[in-house]
């Protein structure tokens, strides 16, 4: 396969072995975009919504996968769900343990193009960076074939009730805490 430049476009051009042109095509990544981001703060015990949307499609038959991954500060990624090609959900390493599966959820709320992951019952433990990854996939001559992929990623940070004082003006609402000259009674999350 040659790959071109062509007025800002890659072109991909597929040989046979007597280098007859096959098949030309624009070739370019799946434009993946996760929202919020890139740095969102949640308090601990908030439901956090995390969306990746996915345009640009190059296969109007394809189908997609899209795996999210996880990493705390200063480890390595590791995957935690994925919905496959036929939109089956799949949990994988610590996550496919009950307590991990009931606190993640993944649907495909626009077919091909919006998919939420929800992180419900926010710890400490979930602060970290989450990455999007989707490979786009279809039949070519009765193989699976992968014909793009994208990814993209945001930073879920805590946000402890303390910074949220200072940017409230020293107020917290709440039973325990409606008396300014006590100041706040819980800890720093993050």
Known sequence: MAVVLLAGWLA???HDSQDQQLLAEVCG???????PGP???YLEG???TLLCHVSQKRRKDSLLAVRWFFARPNSPEALMVKMTKLRVVQYYGNYSRSAFRQRLCLLEERRGALYTLSVLTLRQ???GHYVCKVQEI???RNKWTAWSNGSSATEMRGKGICALWGEMGGQISGPSSNRRDRGPQMALLG
């Open 12 to 14: 991909c051009f597929l």
């Open 125 to 127: 433990a979930d602060q």
């Open 138 to 140: 279809s039949k070519h």
């Open 39 to 41: 740095v969102v703060d």
């Open 46 to 48: 908030e439901n956090a």
């Open 29 to 35: 990544a799946l434009n993946v975009t996760v929202s």
